[in-house]
């Protein structure tokens, strides 16, 4: 890990090269951003009711049951969509108000997925989210074989391709597997560009740099609602995204603007590769790279030295996490604090529904969202990431037993404020998660590791509409479960280790060696690794002494 450190300082540390490709990044996060938050509006529910159908009407009853066109039929919100002929019962039609969100037409109308056939709206979010989950785990593990650009180039032709798709499909089972691969292909691009931003920053710059990305995500959730009503329809709206998308390939895919993690290159030994990478950032920061000092030597010098030892590339299987000593657990940890933060959200926000207006909870989560991020950012670098991310557990498990236990009890004003107290701390629980468990796990299985926990997010998040498929039987059970996660993460936080101010650990080795740091300043420094022996602590810390 010391000499992959020493490498990138030799290439001009954190200089201008790097800092511009970092801030470059965040603009992706705004199409990311869109693609994510646009379930909310294509699955909206439009009042609806039964109508009959003008064209199946005899002309003796069509004005008795029809308004007649005029000023007022002309300023209705309703919008009468009739069956092709022959019509299901013969003479049934439906009509729709106008969804508040501005989409005039939308997958519900499209198919009338109403009464009976409502269920298949939770289970399109559903298949989408599932798409999010298994992209995460399954392209997470390909960013570590394959590299950081390579599947962020190639989930974006395949997230262009499909979004044109979905704008042209014609059946709805057709939509549903459209909806899974496209959200498996937006999950690799987010995951390879929030790896390849995170490798490019510094330890002191990692926290800013990622939730700033954060904060261009929430502003591309509050574009979506513009951008729905300014198209009106739900396959212009799949379009618009696609050539989003396209435009991103289209810059983006230069590797000027998106090279290769020389930080991924260096820990998997494909030192020729990394050299043209870090040759260029040092030009770029006005550092000679063959120019050597008394206390650095030059950057072809050290990779010079790092090239002896590794003539071959090294790759790991996710498979060599089981292995690991104590990452393994850290990993685990942060996929329960992730899972909790996904899907206890779901009960903070059906609190809401009764108390605010129809969509305000879309713009008060993108809002509380915002806040959390500026609240990690002003605390996670100050009081380090374990703290805080114990703070944001125990908020979100008292709010949500809060609710729990009081529900019937305490009056609207005080369950507003504990559901926007716990929806906030469950939105900083999950950023931070995905941060702390990017900064433990090894650069040679970050993109498994990370992959895992976001997928534990997506997981979370899936249980919503899973139940809400059954006619949300299970909601109260699910709330329990959640709630008593949260508690159990609650505990189990304490053992994460803290990795603020510390650099990226390179091997496993390295991650394994990452030690538990006392929770208050006033305790002993001295700390022994959990779960261990005592003869095998001894020796870790011994190891580590000497790096």
């Known amino acids: 890990m010391e000499q992959e450190a020493r ?13 511009l490709l970092a801030a470059a990044s965040w603009v992706p996060c705004v199409v990311l951003g869109l693609a994510l938050s646009s379930e909310v509006l294509l699955i909206a529910q439009p009042a609806n009711r039964c109508r009959p159908d003008p064209a199946l009407l005899p002309p003796a009853l069509l004005d008795a049951a029809i ?10 919100p309703c919008l009468l969509l009739r069956y092709p002929a022959p019509a299901p019962n013969g003479t049934r039609g439906w009509l729709y108000a106008l969804p508040a969100a501005g989409l005039l037409r939308i997958p519900v109308t499209q198919w009338n997925l109403v009464c009976g056939d409502s269920w298949k709206v939770p289970l399109e979010q559903l298949s989408h989210l599932l798409g999010w989950l298994l992209g995460c785990v399954i392209l997470g593990a ?8 390579a599947v962020f180039v190639a989930s974006l032709v395949l997230s262009t391709g499909l979004g044109a798709g979905e704008a042209l499909v014609t059946s709805f089972p057709t939509l549903l597997v459209l909806r899974l691969v496209h959200g498996g292909t937006l999950a690799g691009a987010l995951l390879a560009l929030y790896l390849a931003r995170l490798e490019l920053c510094d330890p002191p710059h990692r926290l ?3 939730m700033g990305a954060g904060l261009f995500s929430v502003a591309g959730t509050l574009l979506l609602p513009g951008l729905a009503a300014l198209v009106q329809d739900w396959r212009l709206l799949h379009g618009l995204g696609a050539l ?40 770029a920061s006005g550092v000679d790279p063959e120019d050597s000092s008394l206390e650095e030597n030059s950057l072809v010098t050290e990779l010079a030295m790092l090239s002896a030892g590794s003539p071959q590339p090294r790759y790991h299987s996710p498979l060599g996490l089981l292995h690991t000593r104590v990452t393994w657990r850290n990993g685990l940890i942060l996929s329960f604090s992730a899972l909790v933060g996904g899907g206890i959200r779901a009960s903070f926000l059906r609190s809401l529904a009764p108390q605010v207006l129809t969509y305000l909870p879309y713009f008060l989560e993108a809002g509380l969202e915002a806040a959390a991020l500026v609240f990690l950012l ?13 703070l944001g557990t125990m908020a979100t498990g008292l709010a949500s037993l809060l609710l729990l236990a009081g529900a019937q009890y305490l009056p609207g004003w005080t369950m507003l404020s504990v559901s926007v107290l716990g929806l906030l701390a469950s939105q900083a629980v999950s950023a931070l998660s995905s941060l702390f468990a990017a900064e433990v796990f090894p650069t040679v299985m970050r993109g498994a590791g990370l992959g895992l926990v976001l997928g534990a997010g997506f997981l979370g998040r899936a249980a919503d509409p899973l139940d809400a498929v059954h006619g949300r039987r299970g909601f109260f059970l699910q709330h329990v479960v959640f709630t008593s996660l949260a508690v159990l993460t609650l505990l189990c936080v304490l053992l994460l280790p803290e990795s603020r101010s510390r650099g990226l650990p390179q091997s496993l080795q390295d991650a394994d060696r990452l030690r538990r740091s006392p929770l208050l300043r006033g305790c002993s420094r001295q700390d022994h690794l959990p779960l261990l022996s005592a003869s095998d602590a001894c020796r870790a810390g011994h190891t580590l002494q000497q790096h």
Request: charged share 20%.
């Open 244 to 283: 989003m998308s396209g435009l991103l390939l289209l810059f983006w895919g230069f590797p000027a603007v998106f090279p290769e993690s020389p930080c991924w290159l260096l820990a998997t030994g494909q030192v020729a590769r990394a050299r043209q990478i870090l040759w260029h950032f040092a030009e």
């Open 142 to 149: 390909c960013c570590d074989r394959f590299g950081r650009r």
């Open 67 to 76: 308004p007649r066109l005029g000023p007022t039929r002309v300023r209705s």
């Open 208 to 210: 800013a740099f990622s």
């Open 378 to 390: 002003l605390t996670a670098d100050r009081w380090g990431r374990r703290p805080i991310l114990l």
């Open 7 to 19: 490498v990138l300082r030799a290439a001009g540390g954190f200089g201008r090269a790097r800092r």
